[in-house]
């Protein structure tokens, strides 16, 4: 089993950026794959990115070229590092686990807003 706690949320102005952090604990984190996902108000969750064992990436199309993924396996931490905000991306952001099961952190909540 895996804990994991997301930190870096907050409030931004359109064009600005955010760093969001995950720290795991728990278990072996670099077996698991690591994703964010983020739900806005009255929507469902969505995948936003997701970084594989061996550190291959994939986007959701609505942040691909603004959110950059990455993890370090020695940190046992993964970010999402997000530029270029628009207030489309106002959304409670979450760190997601995989292996035989997922594991959530408690999200961080992040407003683009002017």
């Known amino acids: 089993q895996v804990q994991l706690v997301e930190s870096g949320g907050g409030l931004v102005q359109p064009g600005g950026s955010l760093r969001l952090s995950c720290a795991a604990s728990g278990s072996i984190f670099r077996d698991y794959v690591m994703s964010w996902y983020r739900q806005g108000l009255g929507k469902q969750r969505e995948l936003v990115a997701r970084?594989?064992?061996?550190?291959?990436?994939n986007y959701a199309d609505s942040v691909k070229g603004r959110f950059t993924i990455s993890r370090d396996n020695v940190k046992n931490t993964v970010y999402l590092q997000m530029n270029s905000l628009k207030p489309e991306d106002t959304a409670v952001y979450y760190c997601?686990?995989?292996?035989?099961?997922?594991?959530w952190g408690q999200g961080t909540q992040v407003t683009v807003s002017s």
């Open positions: 997601c686990a995989a292996q035989l099961y997922m594991y």
């Open positions: 970084i594989s064992i061996s550190g291959l990436t």
